[in-house]
């Protein structure tokens, strides 16, 4: 089938950071790998309706903080906080009883979050939206909010065929072999009546480390060792 290489632990130390964030030892490696996993598993079914697209745990000595980068915060702090007062709750149980702290990043655009634009497609493809409507809905939406590229990609039994076949829309540069090039890759899978649809997304956004750099002032030596020589220049 080729050489497949997943997109975001491809690029984990140039431009993608960890999803878990703590150091273990060889004995508590496991368990705390599973329950990152069960946390993972079970705030994202209660959040189902919340448009989360990444959840980063990190752990101290004795205590958890949970991360949800959400676009729509207010499902997931409910009225008056009481939904947040659950998933502590509930976070603490499948992290053996240890303190746990739940904070909320909120997603300013989620046309740009690739997990999200592919939970979009998959949540379409379920109601029986047409894929290739759904597919380039997507695409127009995500060029016209400012991204440089997207290429999405389904497979599956679309549109309830027999044979499984592979449909993909690309529009823009993506180019996946360019590691500074922040390249944002998101997966989700459709339950469809024909079967699993699995849905793959990746967005190439523009680079905001060049445009900071190029917008700095220069430094307080340059500027004043550039006036002697334009002083020169005007004596002369």
Request: overall charge positive; charged content about 30%.
């Given at each position: 089938?080729g050489?497949?290489?997943?997109?975001?632990?491809?690029?984990?130390?140039v431009?993608?950071?960890?999803?878990?964030?703590?150091?273990?030892?060889?004995?508590?490696f496991?368990?705390y790998?599973?329950?990152?996993?069960?946390i993972r598993?079970?705030?994202?079914?209660?959040?189902?309706?919340?448009?989360i697209?990444?959840?980063?745990?990190?752990?101290?000595w004795?205590?958890v903080?949970?991360?949800?980068?959400?676009?729509?915060?207010?499902?997931?702090?409910?009225?008056?906080?009481?939904?947040?007062?659950?998933?502590?709750?509930?976070?603490?149980?499948?992290?053996?009883?240890k303190?746990?702290?739940i904070?909320?990043?909120?997603?300013?655009?989620p046309?740009?979050?690739?997990?999200?634009?592919?939970?979009?497609v998959?949540s379409?493809?379920e109601?029986?939206?047409?894929?290739?409507?759904?597919?380039?809905?997507?695409?127009?939406?995500?060029?016209e909010?400012?991204?440089?590229?997207?290429k999405?990609?389904?497979?599956?039994r679309?549109?309830?065929?027999?044979?499984?076949?592979?449909?993909?829309?690309?529009e823009?540069?993506?180019?996946?072999?360019?590691?500074?090039?922040?390249?944002?890759?998101?997966?989700?899978e459709?339950?469809?009546?024909?079967g699993?649809?699995?849905?793959?997304?990746?967005?190439c956004?523009?680079?905001?480390?060049e445009?900071?750099?190029?917008?700095?002032?220069?430094?307080?030596?340059e500027?004043?060792?550039?006036?002697?020589?334009?002083?020169?220049?005007?004596?002369?």
């Amino acid at each position: 089938m080729g050489q497949k290489v997943n997109p975001i632990g491809f690029r984990l130390p140039v431009t993608r950071d960890w999803g878990s964030r703590w150091y273990a030892s060889r004995k508590d490696f496991a368990d705390y790998l599973i329950a990152d996993d069960r946390i993972r598993t079970a705030l994202k079914k209660k959040l189902k309706q919340a448009a989360i697209s990444r959840i980063v745990i990190e752990r101290a000595w004795n205590s958890v903080r949970v991360t949800i980068h959400t676009a729509r915060p207010g499902v997931v702090i409910g009225r008056r906080g009481q939904e947040i007062e659950n998933l502590t709750k509930e976070v603490s149980d499948l992290a053996d009883g240890k303190q746990v702290k739940i904070d909320i990043v909120e997603i300013k655009n989620p046309d740009l979050d690739a997990q999200l634009v592919a939970e979009n497609v998959a949540s379409q493809l379920e109601r029986r939206i047409s894929f290739r409507r759904a597919m380039k809905r997507a695409v127009q939406i995500t060029m016209e909010q400012g991204a440089l590229g997207i290429k999405i990609r389904c497979a599956g039994r679309l549109g309830g065929a027999e044979i499984a076949r592979t449909e993909r829309y690309h529009e823009g540069k993506v180019p996946l072999h360019t590691l500074r090039t922040p390249i944002d890759y998101g997966f989700a899978e459709a339950e469809t009546v024909a079967g699993k649809i699995g849905v793959k997304c990746w967005i190439c956004k523009k680079e905001v480390v060049e445009e900071t750099k190029s917008n700095e002032p220069a430094p307080a030596a340059e500027t004043q060792a550039a006036a002697p020589s334009l002083a020169a220049v005007s004596d002369a």
